[in-house]
């Protein structure tokens, strides 16, 4: 009974890391971090971070992808292999496909969004406008909101989720909770 549940569990594990190999590898390169201050520190908006949220957006979604193949390689696994492993696998792939498609259904999608890169872009022009909340405007997307340093102004009321850089906890501890938040946020907006 134990070699089944570790065979299941190992299965199960193998799916879930398999399909997130694009949110928690490629974002993460050194090259891909060169234009940004180091995790937790704020980001200024600008056109990286507004190309870093639609990038995040894509490595969301490309997780469907890689899910098709530990899908695949379970049910092979369950017509001519360990049953517990390609159960896992299946399982575990199946439910992330599920969770993904019925998310988009519900309205409850990820953090990275078309929209949110479009009321980035918005407080960005806004702030180099006539209209932008001081003189010397300066937005930056902190924790909880994006807010101008200079005045202090809260400019959007959205949480920071996580944006790919190496997180300053480690490398465990940060792929850990990357693992167990999906990238949201853990801190919800003032307003909530």
């Known amino acids: 009974m134990w070699s089944t549940v570790l065979e299941f ?8 890391l398999i399909a997130r190999v694009p949110f928690l590898t490629f974002p993460r390169m050194r090259s891909w971090n060169e234009q940004f201050p180091p995790h937790p520190e704020a980001l200024y908006v600008d056109s990286h ?15 469907l992808v890689f899910a098709l193949i530990p ?11 360990s ?8 399982t575990v792939s199946g439910w992330l496909i599920l969770s993904r498609v019925t998310g988009v ?8 969004t078309k929209q949110l890169a479009m009321r980035l872009q918005l ?14 405007s300066n937005p930056m997307w902190e924790v ?20 790919g850089r190496p997180r300053s ?3 465990i501890m940060g792929f850990v909770r990357l693992l167990l938040t999906d990238g949201k946020p853990i801190i919800a907006s003032e307003e909530e």
């Open 83 to 90: 049953a517990p492993i390609g159960f896992g696998m299946w």
């Open 123 to 136: 407080v960005k022009n806004n702030s180099e406008s006539e209209e932008s909340c001081c003189n010397l």
């Open 9 to 16: 569990s190992f299965g199960a594990i193998l799916a879930y």
């Open 105 to 112: 259904i519900s309205g409850d999608g990820p953090s990275w």
């Open 144 to 163: 909880i909101a994006v807010r101008c340093t200079t005045c202090g102004k809260n400019l959007l009321n959205i949480p920071r989720p996580d944006l």
């Open 169 to 171: 906890d480690g490398w």
């Open 71 to 81: 899908l695949s390689f379970g049910w092979f696994s369950l017509q001519y292999g």
């Open 49 to 63: 971070l507004i190309q870093r949220v639609m990038h995040m957006r894509i490595f969301y979604w490309i997780a």
